[in-house]
């Protein structure tokens, strides 16, 4: 995520890595809607970031078209989802410093392609209190290695 901070960031490099972004997402998010588990964290069901980013690429004249290399995860219990929604609600919270970067290096508006990390900056930073909460008080029912173990796969998926 370096390469969205800095005096080199300009349209034709933000194109890509947005794109690279929905690319890592689209599978992920996919995977934790269709979760029978979702609602085991009440805090994070309303989340938007993806529905803003598809609307980011659709702005900016991109193809909403997956590789063949995105692959979904499984997403077969509360620890699972819980390590998924960790390493997301958790980036979340960098929406803030990415979504001012990029506004003053580009000049565009959560109208005009900032949508994902203008909802990021919104939400994340509200949202991870409850959302940390509810992990911690779902100590007995979560397995932490399985939920660490997927935590880690989201992350290098973004490496």
């Known amino acids: 995520m370096a390469h969205f901070l800095g005096k080199g960031l300009d349209l034709p490099r933000y194109k890509p890595l ?88 580009l000049g565009i508006t959560r109208e005009t392609g900032l949508g994902y990390f203008s909802a990021q900056s919104e939400q994340g930073f509200q949202r991870w209190p409850n959302f940390k909460r509810e992990i911690e008080q779902s100590v007995a029912e979560i397995d932490y290695k399985e939920c660490l173990a997927v935590a880690l796969d989201v992350f290098r998926r973004f490496s």
Do not use: C, W
């Open 18 to 105: 947005l794109l690279k972004v929905y690319e890592i997402l689209a599978p992920i998010e996919s995977s934790i809607l269709r979760s029978s588990f979702v609602d085991s964290f009440k805090s994070v069901q309303d989340r938007t970031y993806f529905l803003a980013l598809r609307e980011d690429l659709r702005f900016l004249n991109l193809s909403l078209v997956l590789s063949k290399a995105s692959s979904d995860m499984e997403i077969s219990s509360a620890a699972r989802l819980a390590g998924a929604l960790y390493v997301l609600e958790g980036s979340a919270l960098g929406g803030r410093v990415l979504a001012k970067s990029i506004q003053t290096h």
